[in-house]
C-alpha cells in the first residue's frame, strides 16, 4: 500500500510557472516506474511525464520543451516542473507510481491557467 499525495496545483497565469510534487509514503527507489498524469474537463485522461528507476524520461509531445520531470530518491519525491503554461495545460494533475505488484494513483491537484 504505497499513499501518492500531490501539492503545488494552484491558479497560474498564461506564460507563467508552477511546480507540482508528488510526495510518496514508501521509498521510490523500489518503484519501476513514477509520473504524471492530467485530465481536463470532458477530456481523457492523458500521460504527461514519466520517469523510470534508471532516470529514463518520456513526455507527451504537447508537453515537450517545457515540462520537466525528475526524481528525488532521498525525500521520495517526483516533481514536475511546469513552464510556459497555457491555458490548455489546465486540468487535474495525477501522480502515478508503477510497482511489479500494482500500480498507484494519487487524489490529484488542479492546476488553473487563466489570466
Known amino acids: 500500500q504505497v499513499l501518492l499525495v500531490e501539492s503545488g496545483g494552484g491558479l497560474v497565469q498564461p506564460g507563467g510557472s508552477a511546480r507540482l510534487s508528488c510526495a510518496a509514503s514508501?521509498?521510490?527507489?523500489?518503484?519501476?516506474?513514477m509520473g504524471w498524469y492530467r485530465q481536463a474537463p470532458g477530456k481523457q485522461r492523458e500521460l504527461v511525464a514519466m520517469?523510470?528507476?534508471?532516470?529514463?524520461?518520456n513526455y507527451a509531445d504537447s508537453v515537450k520543451g517545457r515540462f520537466t520531470i525528475s526524481r528525488d530518491n532521498a525525500k521520495n519525491t517526483v516533481p514536475l516542473q511546469m513552464n510556459s503554461l497555457k491555458p490548455e495545460d489546465a486540468a487535474v494533475y495525477y501522480c502515478?507510481?508503477?510497482?511489479?505488484?500494482?500500480?498507484?494513483w494519487g487524489q490529484g491537484t488542479r492546476v488553473t491557467v487563466s489570466s
Open positions: 520517469v523510470t528507476r534508471a532516470g529514463n524520461t
Open positions: 514508501e521509498s521510490i527507489f523500489s518503484m519501476d516506474g
Open positions: 502515478y507510481a508503477r510497482t511489479r505488484a500494482r500500480d498507484y
